[in-house]
């Protein structure tokens, strides 16, 4: 036997120890030859090959990345993880029937079902936000392959309620669509209702009216839309007095309403047909019955489950209202889930274009500055969407179009547009022919039926007085003559007459054939015609199209520039047409500019959209997969346990353990000493590059808040005077906004924008990266260290096991840091939304002081209190502002160390769990240096199941089978979309019908 190996100073692992980031993943090899002379070199200690490192995944097909794309890659992944999930579970099920006889198999039970637990699911929220009529309902219904799934129309509450569709987790074919309807609160219903009766007060009116500068009253618009909601929800009120008769408490008590508010309601249909139909009630703001309770005023928030593939990634499409909504709780959900939101689009209508007047329009000065602080401003997470581009607009006309408004288009459609002159003076030309020669057939059919008649009256004359009925065949012919004796005269004009008959047929289908031709020829010009019209629409539609996409990336680059970030030239802007594509599912009409099913580029932003999801949903994917993979590792030294292992005595384990214990102590205290002082550099990123910046922004805003003060005052003093009623925040009937505290706030985050930015975008997320560089590399020394101790040599291929274990440890510390970290730094950048009722909170005697004016002169008297409020206390109210911003923001910078140090623990738990298992399963019972354990029958089959468990899992990551999931409606207007059923311009057809082609002029949402 070798002698005693020669103990080893072990490495520290302290965070100040930590090894160059270079060194990460270098680890001593198990056929080092210092390692082997450890050991010893006798033959009896060599022991047969272990077949614990091999592992049996090698030939996954997950961890390649050979796929033909990228989501197919990602696809084979989550295929992996279905397979993934269903092989834990057959785990447990194999190790609960042997539970009896093998109780340590709780243990790795356990294990699993925490690695179920840690399984994370990939949640991407897709806003959709555009003004009312822009098509964004119907872009939704697109996405989803499903026309008129959610009802779209022109009405105000159909786009006042947020509508989030998400994936139906329910296999029910009878819940195939379901739905969840959620009220109002009573408190929000009764401030609605307040409000209303408040605007009806005569003394109201009065306070109003008198005022020397008194404009227009916007008061009497807003009773009224207030008043059509409340006759919709409560319809035995049939006129104002018959509301001015009862009281907002009558109204609330109402038991139609009272059963209704705060409680939510679900649908659940197998129907696609159906269920539209029944969630139009909750949404349509058309025409109410006028015997029952309309719902969709009360309504604030409409959550839809379908099956769809979109919706398989994780995205959840969210339909946000237009901004001409002035109910405070709808606009308090939406406002929330600006918040959520993972993906922004922004629609707007395509028809008119866009240019550099109108680009920076399309996304309003407040929610580009909320975008911009919570670093969703950027090409991976907005996008622009022109709707509506198939709508018609006038392309060349002869007092001049878009053609000939755009000089570039002159010479691209030269060609085309003199064949569309040309074409259509043919089919003119055409169509006179063949009216004249149609002309000429009924003449010569007339003259051919007269004949006709001469003919027969000659051959079958009628008795005087008498008169003849005529009934001849749709193909006129001669009649039959009899054989009687004629004198030859009467044959002679018989003769004549059949004579002119046959001349006046012939000429007839002569010119029939000739109206055959011109129709022929007609129609291959209209075919022409058609194609041609076709590519000048293309050009123009895509002209537009390219126009209006470069004023929006031209904006979109200015905004970046206020950042201080580098211009992006990969803005993704989508030219669409949702209208056209869902119609395509129900129809093969062909529409001008279209050529292919592309051309509507709903695909395209299908799949874009879907893109944005593909790395983190391979990321999570691959964190569960290497924890199964993990996991099997594990257990296969404890399933092979039942054979018989070199082991190490009991009083060797007394003095080992508290050695071993005590480095992972020091690891622990490693993290720890990593976690803070990752904090602490992140706390100083955030004063140097925020706090520090702070003052100077407060004075700059200071500055101009007498300006702002000065706007508020063009308004109409009503207006105003309402705007005050509701502390700096309303949206009057037209859908005019009006956010004070956020014009106050404006000032301070123009100056604050970059260093905001660089921070959260730049200097945190590097921070992180080294922290879990770091923090592997920690766990490199660990590992390491194991192999390092004195007694190493007596259980060389178990400590190289637990080596391998402990080093695996660093995927999940990544994965586990990273979950830790998402759950605090969107927060943390939302803090920026703490300013604005901040300063609506040092404004309060402002704006109660204002609201409560009345009486000649309170207008003049409301500016002057802004004028002086702005004047002598902006500092102080700036102060305050960024103070609650601050204080927020320190609760979450000082969460840090914790969370980090969470995420860790997981990792010291597995290491914990490791060493435990470790000195279990390699202590004999005796003192000797060797023992052989007592081989187990139980043991051995609970091995071979597991085994079989195992390689059927293999087997089936070896393979890519799983068949595709595809969701077909049963209704017969929701088929898969045919690319066939889109035509190809540069092939002329023949034989088809003028009603193939035809455009598409139906309203969008």
């Not at 062909?590 to 932003?605: C, H, M, R, Y």
């Not at 695996?808 to 605090?824: C, D, G, P, W």
Request: aromatic fraction near 6%.
């Amino acid at each position: 036997m070798a002698g005693p190996p020669v103990k080893k100073k072990p490495k520290p692992v302290l965070a100040t120890s930590v090894k160059p980031r270079s060194s990460l993943g270098s680890f001593p090899s198990s056929s080092s030859p210092a390692l082997k002379q450890e050991r010893g070199s006798s033959s009896e200690n060599e022991d047969p090959p272990d077949e614990i490192h091999k592992s049996p995944f090698v030939n996954a097909i997950w961890k390649s990345d050979k796929a033909s794309n990228r989501a197919k890659a990602v696809q084979v992944k989550e295929q992996a993880v279905q397979k993934g999930l269903a092989a834990l579970d057959k785990f447990i099920v194999t190790m609960r029937l042997h539970l009896a006889t093998n109780p340590s198999a709780q243990g790795r039970i356990d294990k699993i079902l925490t690695i179920k637990k840690r399984k994370r699911s990939l949640e991407v929220y897709v806003g959709f936000l555009g003004s009312t009529g822009s098509g964004k309902t119907t872009i939704v219904n697109a996405l989803l392959g499903m026309k008129d799934l959610l009802p779209s129309m022109t009405g105000r509450a159909c786009t006042a309620v947020v509508v989030e569709v998400s994936k139906n987790e329910v296999d029910d074919a009878a819940s195939k669509f379901r739905a969840r309807i959620f009220f109002m609160t009573k408190e929000e219903w009764k401030a609605e209702l307040e409000q209303l009766f408040l605007d009806l007060q005569p003394e109201s009116a009065a306070m109003d009216n008198d005022d020397d500068e008194a404009d227009p009253d916007e008061r009497n618009d807003r009773i009224n839309q207030a008043f059509g909601r409340v006759k919709a929800v409560y319809p035995h009120i049939k006129d104002m007095d018959g509301l001015k008769a009862t009281s907002a408490a009558a109204l609330l008590e109402h038991p139609s309403v009272s059963k209704l508010l705060s409680f939510p309601v679900e649908i659940a249909h197998a129907s696609k047909t159906e269920f539209s139909k029944a969630l139009k009630v909750y949404v349509d703001s058309g025409k109410s019955n006028s015997k029952a309770t309309a719902l969709w005023p009360l309504v604030k928030l409409v959550k839809v489950f379908v099956k769809a593939p979109i919706l398989d990634t994780g995205i959840t499409l969210v339909d946000l209202p237009g901004s001409s909504d002035s109910n405070s709780a709808r606009s308090a959900v939406a406002a929330a889930y600006y918040k959520k939101l993972t993906i922004t689009c922004i629609v707007a209508n395509a028809i008119r274009g866009i240019d550099e007047k109108n680009a920076h329009d399309l996304l309003e000065k407040m929610t580009k500055r909320n975008l911009q602080l919570d670093g969703l401003y950027n090409q991976e997470s907005l996008c622009f969407i022109l709707s509506q581009t198939d709508r018609d607009f006038d392309k060349t006309s002869k007092n001049g179009g878009y053609i000939e408004d755009h000089s570039e288009l002159q010479d691209v459609c030269f060609d085309d547009v003199q064949q569309v002159s040309a074409d259509r003076k043919k089919t003119v030309d055409l169509e006179r022919q063949a009216e004249k020669l149609t002309a000429s057939i009924a003449k010569g059919k007339r003259s051919a039926r007269g004949l006709l008649d001469e003919i027969e009256d000659i051959i079958n004359p009628v008795e005087d007085g008498q008169k003849r009925k005529r009934k001849r065949p749709a193909a006129e012919t001669l009649p039959q003559l009899k054989q009687t004796p004629r004198r030859s005269s009467v044959k002679s004009k018989l003769a004549s007459l059949e004579k002119k008959l046959a001349d006046v047929k012939e000429a007839t289908q002569t010119e029939e054939s000739q109206v055959l031709s011109l129709g022929r020829r007609k129609a291959n010009i209209e075919i022409a015609l058609w194609h041609a019209r076709s590519r000048v629409a293309s050009h123009c539609i895509k002209y537009r199209n390219a126009l209006s996409a470069e004023a929006i990336r031209q904006d979109f680059n200015n905004s970046l520039l206020e950042m201080r970030r580098k211009p992006k030239d990969n803005l993704q802007i989508f030219c669409v047409s949702a209208f056209l594509f869902s119609a395509y599912q129900v129809q093969s009409k062909k529409v001008l500019g279209f050529a292919t099913v592309q051309d509507t580029e709903i695909p395209s932003l299908r799949d874009w959209l879907i893109g944005t999801t593909l790395d983190t949903r391979a990321k999570y994917a691959l964190a569960f997969l290497a924890d199964v993979e993990n996991f099997v590792a594990w257990i296969q030294p404890w399933i092979n346990g039942s054979y018989g292992d070199t082991k190490m005595r009991a009083e060797t384990r007394e003095r080992w353990e508290p050695d071993f214990n005590g480095k992972v102590l020091e690891l622990q205290q490693g993290f720890s000493q990593l976690s803070l002082s990752t904090a602490t550099k992140i706390k100083n990123h955030v004063q140097t590059n925020i706090y520090s910046k702070v003052p100077g922004a407060e004075k700059i805003a200071a500055a101009k808040a007498p300006e702002i003060a000065k706007k508020w005052g063009k308004l109409r003093w009503n207006t105003h005077k309402t705007v005050n009623h509701h502390r700096g925040t309303w949206t009057n009937s037209k859908g005019d906004e009006h956010h004070w505290n956020d014009d106050i706030v404006y000032d301070v985050t123009t100056v604050l924008l970059p260093a905001w930015t660089s921070t959260f975008t730049d200097d945190i997320p590097s921070e992180l990266a080294l922290y879990i560089e770091d923090s592997a590399t920690l766990i490199s020394n660990f590992a390491e260290s194991v192999e390092e101790n004195l007694f190493g040599a007596e259980v060389y291929d178990a400590l190289q096991v637990l080596q391998d274990h402990i080093s695996r440890t660093k995927v999940l510390l990544r994965h586990q840091t990273e979950s830790a970290f998402e759950k605090i730094q969107r927060p943390m950048r939302c803090t920026h939304y703490l300013a604005a009722p901040a300063v609506a909170g040092f404004l309060e005697p402002m704006y109660a002081k204002c609201a409560s004016e009345g009486g000649k002169g309170h207008f003049k008297r409301n500016r002057a209190t802004h004028k002086s409020q702005m004047k002598d206390s902006s500092k102080q109210m700036h102060q305050a502002s960024n103070k609650a911003v601050k204080t927020a923001l320190d609760e979450f910078l000082n969460t840090i160390p914790a969370a980090l140090v969470r995420a860790s623990n997981a990792v010291i738990k597995e290491i914990k769990g490791e060493v435990k298992l470790f000195f279990e399963q390699n202590t004999s019972n005796g003192i000797r240096n060797k023992t052989r354990k007592v081989i187990s029958n139980t043991k051995i089959r609970l091995r071979d199941d597991l085994s079989s468990n195992i390689n059927d899992l293999a087997k089936s990551w070896e393979s890519n089978n799983q068949a595709q999931t595809q969701y077909q409606n049963e209704d017969s207007e929701d088929e898969l979309f045919d690319d066939d059923r889109f035509f190809d311009l540069d092939k002329l057809q023949k034989g088809v019908d003028e009603e193939d082609y035809e455009y598409s002029s139906a309203e969008d949402d």
